[in-house]
C-alpha cells in the first residue's frame, strides 16, 4: 500500500522559511515523480514543483523560481521542499503526491498518490 505523508507546515512571518516534508512508503522509489501542489482558501489547487526520483531533476512554477527548492532522500524514501523568503501569498494548505513515471511535470491529473496536506500560513 502506497501511503504519502507529509508534515512541516506552520505559521510563519512574512520573509521566513519553511521546510516540508514529504514521507512515503510502499512505492519504488526511483520509478516516480513527487509533485508538491497547493491550495489557496477560496481558489483551486495548483502546481508548485516536482522531482523526478530517479535522476533528481526538478521544476518549478514561475511564482515560487528561485525561493522554493525540492529535493529529495533516496535513503530515507523522502522530498523536501525547502520555502525562503514566503510570501503571504503563498498560503495554502500544500500536498505531495507521487506519480509514476520519471519527468518532471505539475499536471495534478496524473499523479496517483497524494497524500492529507499540511497547513502553511504566511503572515504579513
Known amino acids: 500500500e502506497v501511503q504519502i505523508v507529509e508534515s512541516g507546515g506552520g505559521l510563519v512571518q512574512d520573509g521566513g522559511s519553511l521546510r516540508l516534508s514529504c514521507a512515503t512508503s510502499g512505492l519504488n522509489f526511483d520509478d516516480y515523480t513527487v509533485g508538491w501542489f497547493r491550495q489557496a482558501p477560496g481558489k483551486g489547487r495548483e502546481g508548485v514543483s516536482s522531482i523526478s526520483l530517479s535522476d533528481g531533476y526538478t521544476y518549478y512554477t514561475r511564482s515560487v523560481k528561485g525561493r522554493f527548492i525540492v529535493s529529495r532522500d533516496k535513503a530515507n524514501h523522502a522530498v523536501y521542499l525547502q520555502m525562503n523568503n514566503l510570501k503571504p501569498e503563498d498560503t495554502a494548505v500544500y500536498y505531495c503526491?507521487?506519480?509514476?513515471?520519471?519527468?518532471?511535470?505539475?499536471?495534478?491529473?496524473?499523479?496517483?498518490?497524494w497524500g492529507q496536506g499540511t497547513q502553511v500560513t504566511v503572515s504579513s
Open positions: 503526491a507521487a506519480d509514476r513515471g520519471t519527468w518532471t511535470h505539475l499536471d495534478q491529473n496524473e499523479y496517483e498518490y
